[in-house]
């Protein structure tokens, strides 16, 4: 465990120094899990890969959860007004309309069945939308196909963002003890930048007994079981080491979290992803 | 990584090679393209005055009402360092002034602006008062690249404000630092009526900065709004309620008022008309155009769609006349009273526009109930015989023209009516002489003014005193010009 946070300190050091004598580069080293075993890079325009992704439909009444559980405002489809690749970018956008009771739609991809992996280092590089109520997030949560339920199951958050913090992000994970409000999380605040005028990239790397979270190259974040006891008083159990997660991105409006949109949100908002690459370290 | 380093190196390299070759062979360009830069120096006040005139603070005229005795620093009060500027807001009675305001001017040339965002400074307040107005770009000449936010709360506790640079691209040499005003608090009502409070206010750290954390440009001229309106040939408008809105750091929306040189107007059809980089509109042919606007590359919300049917026909000149046998009140073809006023009283809903069609000012007064024109002191009218008043009706259905005289009596003083030496009384033109889309040249004797008002006088006013010729409709809509006394 020290050496391994040792080798990646180790690396943002150096990272930094080449960052500083090379000017913006959007490639980091933070992270030293390199072998990749799956990405997309969205480069078939007007095309979403099922074999990688599917979509969750609705405003989550289907799956016994309406407004997703957190009173969130969107309809989500498969429209290509609200997902579809352009450019090389996979571009979800919250669009403000009457849709099937629903006052705003937007999309929620994610990869349960196709790419799923226990540990690895999970990254994408993404521009994120602006305005209250938009709530964009790239997460993870665990298989649940042995019929095990939230929050037993886990979740890692390896980014969030509510519209109104233009220049922050945080990482979270839940678990039994520390789950919704009682999440366990951690907010990083750009350096004289934002989240919508440019790509970022937001990933975790994951291994037994840790869950490392990073932007660009900064390494901001460290959870390990130690820290959920501590924070839980000792109720909270790691569930990070025992099963596969899968993916999930998405562009949420309103909903507990972020508030309803107001008068200044400007319509429609687009997250643009360019790639989410997963890697394993070739050991666990 | 080392394969862009090495890209880099050789980039430099023949840049380098391009920029020998063109000093060596170029001389001609090389002489004349020596483009003049000027200091990017960021900080405007810190402890003290950074590269301002000697004179600091310049603010604005006296005789408006400024007070120039609230300006000052305080070494006992700073965000950072040990001195701040401080604002002693006078309140509305104050005999000093009724409020504080002026400018900062760079002591040089002016500054290089580009490379950065926004000014930003910190300030608090000794109540939560609200300050009208913070901005820069000003200097007391053409303010041509001014730009103006208006009405920043401040806290008791020191809190940062950003005046977001519309496009930095524009200030290559920039006088005006800084720019603020402030009234007095009121904390009864929300009108100026001399109740308001004085307050003190401290500004420290000011200065240009280089935010990467301001973005989401959204202009807007026209205040957004889509118009259509239709106009004459030969006529000028301004493109006018120019804003832009950026998203802050904290998520709020910021908007400013910049000057029309931040913006790049352009007009769909320039046979039609023209805009100019002061956004003025000119308006050459006729046909139809769209007039929009785009800032730093980004198109504005709202625009104006012109129909413009052919040239304004003008009222007939009216004839010379002997000085001592006039007294104007709004013609080209004579002196006026002095500092005519389009609308000294009117009701809520008329629209009034002047507007300067080949050098020959008229007025219009779409949908009017009421409306007074009046002007500095009073004048005699009894040596006159007539009032001359040209009209054009511009609506349609049964149209309704009053022309109403108000006479503010021996003490030359508005004292209404009720009490008080003052009288009037009104003339209404019948109808059927009004006529849609044509001069009326219309002469009415100066005895004819015998009709009570709505307002309450009684008609055939005294005539050595008048202060107000007034226009009274049914909501119709006149273009009005040449309204004068005069004698036979």
Redesign the interface.
Known sequence: MNNNLNRIIGSLFISCLFMMGCGTDDTQTVATFNNLVAEDNFDVDGEIDTSFWNFDIGDGSEQGIPGWGNNELQFYTDRSENVTVENGFLLITAQEEDFNGAQYTSARLQTKGKIQQRYGRFEARIRLPFGQGMWPAFWLLGDDSDGSVSPQIGEIDIMENTGDAPTEIFGTVHGPGYSGENSISKKYTLVNSRVDTGFHIYGIEWGPDYINYYVDNVLYYQVTPEDVDEETDGEGEWVFNDRQFYIILNLAVGGNLPGSPNEETVFPQTMVVDYVRVYTNGIN | ?KN??HINLKTICSLILVMIVLSGCDRDLSDEAVFATFPNTADIFTDSPIGLTDRFFISFDPALGANTEAFGTDDDVAYEGNSSIRIDVPSSNDPNGSFVGGIFLDRGEGRDLTGYTALSFWARGSITATIGLVGFGTDFEENKFLVERSNIQLSTDWRKYIVPIPDPSKLIQESGMFVFSAGGLDIIDSVPNGNEIGYTFWIDELRFE????I??L?PAIFSGEDLIEQGFVGSTRLVTDLGATF?A???E?ITVGPAPSYFDFSSSNTNVAFVNELGLIQIVGEGTTTITGQLNGVLAEGSLSLEVLGSFVGAETPPERDSSDVISIFSDAYTNVNNLNFAAFNDQNVQIETQNLNGDQIVTYDNLSFVGLGWDGTEDVSGMTHLHVDVQLSSSANPAFTVQLIDFGPNNTDDGTQGGDDTGGGFTIPSSELIEGAWVGIDIPINAFTEATAGGFAGSPNLNNIARVALVSNGSSFVIDNVYFYRE
């Not at chain 2, 280089?210 to 954390?213: E, I, P, S, W």
């Open positions: 990584m862009i380093k280089n935010l990467g954390t973005a989401q959204r998203n750091p904290t998520g929306d």
